[in-house]
């Protein structure tokens, strides 16, 4: 399939090349533990080349490239991505840093997949979101991907299927409680930055909960109002939240809850959908979908008993299949800048739509539950955002890095 650039740069003479079948690719915030699982895979992804690695740490860079071989090194992220020898660029370093390159990249026609989140406030993410498509006018077919992983997954696949073909019908009460994202204090003292209002902007909301609310926001868009109790430190010595609990409206009356947290173990991952025409229960990996023989709104007026349920034919689905996750979107990203894949399977410009419902919860419970009406106002809560900043007195306990990890079975 033959795509103009920038989908495919122009071939490299001095390389040797009469066409381009390689996208070669940047990554900043190399050191980190995030970009560690990232490189892992680098080498099993088709047309990706490791052309180039960033870290401000230049023992962690060195390391970097003994173990991954990337063809060069920068301590400049910016420099990486003004030399020339980066056709893509992926983003995996500390949060606020996310929207600064990926604009700088814009600019430049080089195409971004940015980690989760795409930014810290749905303020910024809509400046970055308005950056992408000014640059677009300039670089015709520049594309920015988000690494929402999760939307490769079988079960959450099969959730937006039944939601999109009529299987579920109408919403009427959805329920997510999501509390297997558990932390020790000493992943939190595990660096100075982490569970900071300056260094990551939040706790579970912001951190672990992204793909979560991109999920959510997939499946059933916006509500229209959120009212949450957010609780700060109440389990960890931090100062950002760690406990979550929701209670969201959407604009055809539905109702629904969203309730998380970083300090339940065992924890749980129980989602439930009720629809007019099925309701579907998603608990850890156990999929049960009860589809009604009638509507409910029409068997609530059209029955002649008092009480009694609706008949339903009940099944225990197993899903099955791969789920790829970060090494599928990155080989869709990479395939789309080739002309391979037709389209992103995660458009990075929708990660508005995670923080907006995020930034939400948070606000609510900041300023005693109010209730928060969608879209919200998004300078008010990055002024509220650099108001906790400009304010905060907190000092970590202690901060001791344990080095590397296998982000793995995080989650």
């Given amino acids: 399939m033959s795509i103009p650039p920038p989908y495919r740069r122009q071939p490299d003479a001095a390389r040797g090349e009469l066409e381009m079948d390689n996208v070669r690719l940047g990554l900043i915030g190399a050191g980190g533990n995030m970009a560690g699982a990232h490189q892992r895979y680098f080498k099993d992804i088709p047309g990706l080349e490791?052309?180039?690695?960033?870290?401000?740490?230049?023992?962690?860079?060195?390391?970097?490239?003994?173990?991954?071989?990337?063809?060069?090194?920068?301590?400049?992220?910016?420099?990486?991505?003004?030399?020339?020898?980066?056709?893509?660029?992926?983003?995996?370093?500390?949060?606020?840093?996310?929207p600064v390159f990926s604009e700088y990249a814009?600019?430049?026609?080089?195409?971004?997949?940015?980690?989760?989140?795409?930014?810290?406030?749905?303020?910024?993410?809509?400046?970055?979101?308005?950056?992408?498509?000014?640059?677009?006018?300039?670089?015709p077919g520049l594309l920015y991907a988000g690494m929402f992983n999760q939307r490769t997954h079988a079960d959450w696949k099969l959730i937006?299927?039944?939601?999109?073909?009529?299987?579920?019908?109408?919403?009427?009460?959805?329920?997510?409680?999501?509390?297997?994202?558990?932390?020790?204090?000493?992943?939190?003292n595990s660096g100075g930055w982490r569970a900071t209002w300056s260094g990551e902007g939040g706790g579970v909301l912001i951190n672990q909960c992204p793909h979560n609310l991109d999920l959510f926001t997939w499946w059933f868009g916006l509500p229209k109002k959120v009212i949450a109790l957010a609780e700060l430190g109440k389990y960890h010595d931090i100062e950002v939240e760690d406990e979550v609990s929701a209670l969201v409206q959407f604009e055809n009356g539905a109702t629904g809850t969203f309730i998380t947290s970083t300090a339940q173990t065992p924890g749980i991952n129980r989602i439930e959908i009720v629809g007019e025409h099925a309701t579907l229960i998603r608990d850890d990996n156990d999929f049960i979908l009860k589809k009604t023989h009638q509507g409910?709104?029409?068997?609530?007026?059209?029955?002649?008993?008092?009480?009694?349920?609706i008949t339903v034919d009940e099944h225990h689905i197993k899903v099955g299949g791969d789920s790829p996750g970060h090494k599928e979107i990155t080989r869709n990203f990479i395939a789309t800048i080739l002309g391979n894949d037709d389209k992103l399977i995660a458009p990075a410009t929708e990660g508005i739509h995670g923080l907006e419902f995020g930034n939400a919860m948070l606000l609510s419970g900041l300023e005693d539950n109010r209730p928060i009406e969608l879209p919200m106002d998004r300078p008010a809560y990055a002024a509220k955002l650099e108001e906790l900043q400009a304010n905060s007195t907190y000092v970590k306990p202690e901060v001791k890095d344990t080095g590397p990890v296998a982000m793995g079975s995080s989650f």
């Fill in 296 to 309: 409910v709104r029409d068997f609530i007026h059209s029955t002649p008993n008092r009480f009694g349920d």
């Fill in 106 to 139: 814009f600019e430049r026609g080089v195409h971004v997949l940015c980690e989760k989140p795409v930014a810290v406030t749905a303020h910024a993410a809509a400046a970055t979101n308005a950056a992408y498509d000014a640059a677009k006018a300039k670089h």
């Fill in 50 to 98: 490791y052309a180039a690695a960033s870290d401000i740490d230049a023992d962690a860079l060195e390391r970097v490239k003994k173990e991954f071989g990337p063809s060069h090194t920068f301590t400049d992220a910016k420099a990486m991505i003004d030399s020339g020898e980066i056709d893509a660029v992926m983003i995996a370093c500390p949060h606020f840093d996310h």
């Fill in 160 to 188: 937006k299927r039944y939601l999109t073909d009529g299987t579920i019908g109408e919403i009427m009460r959805v329920s997510w409680t999501i509390t297997s994202w558990f932390r020790s204090q000493a992943y939190y």
